[in-house]
């Protein structure tokens, strides 16, 4: 499990300021301070409360969560691997849990869906959790099977047609005239098929709404800014998540999933691209809109994510360090076609672990966006950069890498977003990756090569 010590981190926090590295800003994490309380009394749960669940500090000027309405907004899961559901999972079993839609983007799954009890089950300890109440809708068009809606309920009763989605006596409609709209989407699909997907909902989503990008590699954001939402003055409102938590699917159950080890989820919006934006502040939380504040609340109040939240600067660096972990194992592991647990008992390829740090390490100490960061060098360096990598192969031993699954599945990889990116920041700074762009050329071969073997098998009809 990559867990990068987020739960250590989320209960440091509780115990005293965190002192940002940016030092233009104060912590958005505070002890509870209201007079008259202590932070020893209570009952258990409180204590649980007070170390994993934040308290959102308004800076000045900015609308805390105090000013969000008492109804709760509808929320998008748009995902249909291991996270989506632990997410949606997790988000149902709150209390006053907001009305959640889950978002299939095949035909298949809605059917899978209809013919089951309609809950979500989280297996942890060999014990199920089954939650229900969610509502559905496919991103499939459904009209070639003779139906005219994408709601559940047009499934259940052929002389009732719902509406795309229906009214909930939760729903705050106070900000949308459509109730179409989505207001707040969590996104957990594969790196490479967020352009696709987001392009079939894009048309609800407004300034107003909010995604939450619940993947793994970077340059994502930016994609589907240039593809999908190019104009600014109409782009939904980011935030981004890195999840840590070891889930898998249930071999038995499509809408079950395993819950091995207990893990995180930080919170983060994206920094920005341009670097004199980044200069000036301006992505400041300041300008977080209501449906980003109501999501952010909802995920740090949901106990079984165990979800914080860092300032835009932290973020990218966890984001930055999990890349730099993911572009060692992922490819490697292909290569060498062995589990995580297989790289460091091969000395020729814990050499190349070596080489490939040492060119990761130098493009992202050299990141404009993490000059005058303190302790950068010592952060990103290839000593300590390899430390993580070994924990993580150690305690992933007998794990196979996704990029390894897609492969031998043989479907396209997400190399764009992971060591793809490493590439497209050194050639802008000037920096030759040679030992990356060998690597991702490598992969997509594999991926060719894979493919036309399977063509070759399939029987000529």
């Known amino acids: 499990m990559v867990s990068y010590d987020l739960v250590t981190i989320a ?20 002890e509870d301070e209201q007079s008259g309380k202590s932070e020893l009394a209570g009952s258990e749960q409180q204590e649980i409360d007070r170390l994993i669940i934040p308290s959102f500090t308004p800076i000045k000027g900015s609308k805390g969560f105090e000013n969000v309405g008492p109804k709760a907004s509808r929320i998008h899961v748009l995902g249909e691997g291991p996270v989506g559901k632990l997410v949606a999972h997790a988000i149902a079993g709150i209390p006053d849990p907001p009305p959640i839609t889950l978002l299939f983007n095949s035909v298949r799954m809605l059917r899978l869906w209809q013919i089951s009890d309609q809950s979500i089950e989280v297996v942890t300890d060999g014990k199920g959790e089954k939650r229900y109440g969610y509502e559905v809708e496919s991103l499939a068009p459904l009209e070639s099977e003779g139906l005219s809606a994408t709601s559940i309920n047009a499934l259940r009763d052929d002389s009732v047609v719902a509406p795309e989605d229906p009214p909930n006596e939760n729903y705050d409609a106070d900000n949308a005239a459509d109730s179409g709209v989505i207001h707040q989407l969590i996104l957990s699909v594969e790196a490479r098929q967020t352009v696709f997907l987001l392009s079939k909902v894009a048309n609800r989503l407004t300034q107003n709404s909010t995604i939450v990008f619940m993947q793994n590699g970077l340059g994502i954001v930016e994609e ?15 935030l981004a998540g890195l999840v840590t938590h070891d889930v898998y699917a249930s071999s038995i159950n499509p809408f079950s999933v395993v819950h091995k080890r207990m893990g995180t989820i930080a919170l983060g919006t994206p920094l920005p691209s341009s670097t004199l934006q980044l200069q000036t502040g301006n992505w400041s939380l300041t300008n977080m809109i209501h449906s980003t504040r109501y999501i952010m609340r909802t995920l740090t109040r949901t106990l079984d994510l165990a979800a914080v ?43 190349v672990i070596k080489l490939l740090l040492a060119e990761i390490s130098l ?52 190399i764009k977003y992971i060591s793809g990116y490493i590439i497209r920041r050194s050639e802008g700074m000037g920096i030759t990756s040679v030992m990356n762009y060998m690597l991702v050329q490598m992969i997509r071969g594999m991926v060719v090569v894979k493919s036309r073997r399977e063509d070759q098998s399939l029987p000529v009809q």
């Open 224 to 238: 589907v800014n240039e593809k999908v939402f190019p104009n600014e003055t109409t782009r939904p409102g980011y």
């Open 11 to 30: 209960l440091l926090f509780s115990k005293k300021r965190f002192i940002s590295s940016d030092p233009h800003h104060s912590s958005m994490w505070r």
């Open 363 to 414: 493009v992202i100490r050299s990141l404009p966006e993490l000059q005058g960061v303190p302790n950068v060098h010592i952060r990103f360096s290839p000593k300590r950069l390899e430390s993580l990598i070994r924990d993580i192969t150690d305690s992933t031993t007998e794990q196979i890498s996704p990029m390894l699954q897609d492969i031998r599945a043989a479907r396209a990889t997400d």
């Open 309 to 351: 939240s860092f300032y835009p600067i932290d973020f990218f660096q966890l984001q930055v360090e999990k890349l730099a972990v993911h572009a060692v194992i992922y490819p490697l592991t292909v290569l060498f076609d062995c589990q995580n647990g297989g790289l460091y008992l091969n000395p020729p390829a814990s050499r």
